[in-house]
């Protein structure tokens, strides 16, 4: 079914082991009706096995619009190799997809920071050689801890190379949130100063706007180029919408039994919490 749904044009191909040449065998009729009523074609008429079977089998969409045309299909005894299948060949129509000239592509090697387990990364830190060395120097400290935080963020975070699409995150959009956590830090320093304050939300609406507006213009531009596809659009909404990721996401824990102690403990909390709250209001109603 998955298969089915995809855009583009699907190929099958491959050993099945199903005795297809066989009229009378059930679970080859089974599996002729199963690709049939997705609405796939099998091209494959002669023996694929030196027993005489039809096994190895090569499928594409029946319909005319999804359909992609095989060329030069042929099925060779004389495979070179003591295998006991005969080579299936055919030649594809491949069009390489090149990138969009609009596309602006980066790639980058960064560190997926929020992947990381804390507790773990507290624990290797706290038992690593930064808290049992007497150093003799800053700069032995200096280079014993840049060491040890490389190596044991190589094991929690290691380096991972990922393309950067420019039209969804610019610089304008990481100009922006530099500028806002600047304002951040030095409201940090001083939570007292007021104009800091100030200056920290102006910042955070400017990075809001200028992001969102970056965001806009780059899902307003893939909706448009997939306005009669409907598979990309509906891709393209599941993708905004969060369903496909959003559901594999759970807790940064390693065991199932923390996980299970922290949501008891914080809706345990969470009732306590409703309760005092109400009992403090009905004191204070009888008081009144």
Known sequence: DNLADKSGFPVICGDFNFHIQDKNDFYAKKFVLLYESKGFTQHVTEPTHYGGSTLDLVLTLSSAKDNIPLKNLTVDQNTGTTSDHYLVSFALPVVLKQQKPDQKIVVKDVREYAKIAISEFRENLFFSPINFTNFESVDQAVELYSETV?????????YVTKRFNQN??????????????????KLAKDPSDSELGKLYGEKCIDKS???DKTRNRYYDGKLAAAKNDPKKTYRIINHLLDREFGANKLPNESED??????????FNEKVHSIYSNIDIKNQEMSLS
């Not at 039994?257 to 914080?266: C, D, N």
């Open 150 to 158: 490389t190596r044991i963020l190589n094991v929690h975070a290691p």
């Open 168 to 185: 969804r995150w610019n610089s304008e959009c990481q100009n922006a949130r530099t500028e806002a956590r600047k304002a951040q830090r």
């Open 209 to 211: 706007i200028i992001i």
């Open 257 to 266: 039994s923390i996980i299970a102690q922290k949501f008891s403990s914080f």
